[in-house]
């Protein structure tokens, strides 16, 4: 158990239409991170959260992606009017309180865009 | 951020060492190496980091060469469950990064029985 849930694990939706996925933590105290993987690629980065501030962005994340981390605990990834291209494991990942240098990664959760 | 190169893809027998090569030769001062492991349909898991010294932990060693632009994660008895990519980053420890890690393509161990 890293304490790293995501929920959808898998979500199946039609092009254009809104998906959100959620990550929680185990603990607020730590930096919050999103990646995204595609098939026999390493995760690229997405953005990254430190308690409730978003710190940093990455080029990929178009306008159509929004990230939220409300007080500083769990946070959303919301993706609009997707496309096929969208389709990937998006994987949350938080640092240990110490900020030791781990990151510890959720299961992910995998979106399929028709 | 500096960049890694590592092979492919690597076999291995079950029971045997394995020893995964990473290069990096634009290594900066600051940067650790770190090494993850992702098995199929998980997300990855942390397996070990350095900065100049020789590292051991329980799931594995990390060897580093002297001038750091080299090293070698090694497994010293490969079982089935190590079947995995394994993935070789440097990771600048600088405030502004947000100590963020970029991921390469790593390398599929596969563990013949």
């Known amino acids: 158990d890293t304490g790293v849930s995501q929920d959808p694990r898998h979500k199946i939706t039609k092009r254009g239409q809104n998906v959100t996925f959620r990550c929680d933590p185990i603990?607020?105290?730590?930096?919050l991170y999103w990646y995204r993987q595609t098939l026999g690629q390493g995760p690229e980065f997405l953005t990254y959260?430190?308690?409730?501030?978003?710190?940093?962005k990455s080029r990929l994340l178009s306008d159509r992606f929004s990230a939220e981390r409300p007080k500083g605990s769990f946070s959303t990834l919301e993706i609009q009017r997707t496309e096929q291209g969208d389709s990937a494991m998006y994987l949350c990942?938080?640092?240990?309180?110490?900020?030791?240098?781990?990151?510890?990664f959720g299961e992910g959760s995998r979106l399929t865009v028709l | 951020d500096a960049k890694t190169t590592q092979p492919n893809s690597m076999e291995s027998n079950e029971e045997e060492p394995v020893h995964l090569p990473c290069n990096h030769s634009t290594i900066s001062g600051t940067d650790y190496i770190h090494w993850y492991r992702q098995l199929p349909s998980q997300g990855p898991e942390y397996v070990i980091h350095g900065l100049t010294s020789n590292v051991n932990n329980r799931m594995a060693s990390l060897a580093i060469a002297e001038d750091r632009k080299s090293s070698t994660l090694i497994l010293h008895r490969a079982t089935l469950r190590d079947a995995a990519v394994y993935y070789c980053i440097l990771r600048d420890e600088g405030e502004t990064s947000g100590s963020r890690l970029t991921f390469g393509e790593g390398t599929q161990l596969t563990v013949n029985p």
């Open positions: 959260f430190q308690n409730e501030a978003q710190l940093e």
């Open positions: 603990s607020e105290h730590n930096r």
């Open positions: 990942a938080r640092t240990d309180r110490a900020n030791t240098g781990e990151l510890f």
